[in-house]
């Protein structure tokens, strides 16, 4: 089989390995594809260096197939479709309060533990959910960032009918609003890349672009004052934050999905005036992997407007240079089966 | 009758005025009690002489019985003892979603309309809330400020044997721990003065005094690693900012009571991180009055330990003088009824 491994210094190798056989507990996955994640193209540029253990497989957006089963493995059959929810909380403590997916000593299978982007994957079987037959694979690698939308939108309480607003129109973003639109909110993304806002506008969503209109008064104009239900914060930069206070309407609520660094200035006033909540949201919970599957299989979102392209496993390199020179794509994926 | 006026540049006069008969929908209320509030103070200082209307009469915090009805006022009778809950929403709007004692045009009474520090107040009767008979009308003078820990304990959403944490040992903070405490919490007051801790203990509070004992750690080792389900940051400091996202536990609240008056850096990492909640919190519903009478009725929480002093109302300038000299205290009354 195939493995790619990433060496440091901005380096994918590629090379043969033998085939494992499953541990008690673990499956092997025949990889049919793997997404590239933000996370990746960080380890790619040796942000993580200190974390992952080089050389490593990485990636886990993934689907595929059951290949081989190991010991004490049940409800599982070889050639099942599945998705891994890369979650190992087996270290999990009473302080955790059984918020397993955000334990303090959680391993992300894929960062801290080797990952998808080769032919064969063994994982423990606790991470699976099975796929319908009718599935589609290439979509179904869009399970795992999916997943984190339907995550962000049920803890957002997003109800049918209200304003959300979605700061960043990069994969996530529009995972989020595609998610939040069909949960029957009417959905405004904010994005200033060109390129992003015409796909979020062919996918049908209405699109700002801050640079040229002013958000909040374009967002009171059209809810007539009552200004945002939800607010997404997935982009991550200061001018976000700052709008996000102002976008969101009396008790809205804000989800902060964007990973920031470091402290930065929050208008704490109007959390005080409006009554405002601001909801931290990290990966996501079996639920949000039932419901993520549920709109893949069902395939009434535009999801394969988001898939870039599709390369060779072998090509990860490329792949991977080609993601710094073009930051306007969304999704690529690595096709692992050949 | 007597009446107070703010008159700018740190001065309050004391003056006669005619009994006014209420308006049609109004009373006239006896004043007994009025506290003076932190924004009382703020005003004294002449921060915010670009919204009170010079000379005003200031004061919310208040109790009183009924002196005068006027026209289209039913269910209350004179002799009744009252509060009042100063807010005037008349000017709500759809927009404002029913959150009426936040909204966008709402009137504070006793800043952006006469106040209480007068011997008798015209007021709208729907501000009005009865007390029983038997309530003391001292202790009813911490109505309003008790109300603002109710709606700050109630949005928290705090359980009972939940791990409260309280940023900040002055009024509000105080009033929050005891709501907190009789909701069954097990509460932490973090505050640096000394006067206030010794006061916070004598009320049977565990202090951490966070310039001496790291308040982290004391919280780590309090409970097992759990840390605060619920943080309550009242403070207003950069220092209490920094510690309420590290004391807040996985999935923890923490409640916005402080005013914050410009964008201070929050550590927005540890939201994402352990899916922390923000919630703003202002003021306060009817229902959290209707809470706070009932606790002040009881009297089985040590309320009288928060009235440093009482002073005649005719005092006015040396009671506010007094404050400054010592910002130990905690809530002076002025006694309205001679």
Same mark, same amino acid.
């Given at each position: 089989?195939? &493995? ?18 499953? %541990? ?91 990952? &998808?982007?080769?032919?064969?994957? =063994? ?59 069909? %949960? ?28 040229? *209109? ?25 001018? *976000? ?50 419901? &993520?599957?549920?709109?893949? *299989?069902? =395939? ?13 496993? *072998? ?24």
């Amino acid at each position: 089989m195939k &493995a790619t491994f990433y060496e440091g210094q901005h380096t994918f190798s590629v090379a043969e390995k033998e085939l494992q056989t499953p %541990a008690k507990g673990e499956v092997r996955i025949k990889v049919a594809y793997c997404g590239v994640c933000g996370t990746d193209v960080h380890i790619y540029h040796g942000m993580m260096d200190k974390r992952v253990q080089i050389p490593v497989t990485i990636g886990h957006e993934m689907s595929g197939e059951i290949d081989a089963i190991g010991a004490e493995v049940s409800g599982y059959a070889i050639g099942d479709k599945v998705v891994v929810r890369p979650l190992d909380h087996r270290a999990e403590q009473p302080s955790d309060k059984g918020f397993s997916h955000i334990c303090k000593d959680l391993k992300f299978i894929g960062i801290d533990s080797p990952g &998808a982007m080769q032919q064969y994957w =063994n994982v423990p079987a606790f991470t699976l959910h099975k796929l319908p037959t009718e599935t589609d694979l290439q979509l179904a690698a869009l399970v795992e960032p999916l997943s984190v939308a339907c995550h962000d939108v049920r803890l957002s309480g997003l109800q049918a009918g209200e304003v959300a607003v979605v700061l960043g129109g990069g994969p996530i973003g529009m995972l989020v609003a595609l998610v939040a639109k069909n %949960a029957g909110a009417k959905v405004f993304i904010s994005e200033v890349n060109p390129t992003r806002i015409q796909l979020a506008e062919e996918m049908g969503f209405t699109v700002v672009n801050p640079a040229k *209109t002013d958000l909040v008064e374009h967002i009171k104009a059209q809810t007539e004052g009552f200004m945002a239900d939800v607010v997404f914060e997935v982009a991550g930069v200061q001018p *976000t934050l700052d709008v996000m206070t102002e976008v969101a309407g009396i008790r809205g609520r804000i989800v902060m999905v964007a990973i920031h660094g470091q402290a930065k200035p929050v208008d704490l006033f109007k959390f005080f005036w409006k009554e405002l909540k601001l909801i931290g949201a990290r990966v996501y919970e079996p639920e949000d992997y039932e419901k &993520a599957i549920e709109l893949i *299989t069902k =395939n009434e979102l535009p999801f394969s407007s988001l898939i870039t392209a599709i390369q060779p496993l *072998t090509n990860i390199q490329q792949v991977f240079e080609n993601i710094d020179k073009n930051p306007d794509g969304m999704k690529v994926l690595l096709d692992c089966q050949n």
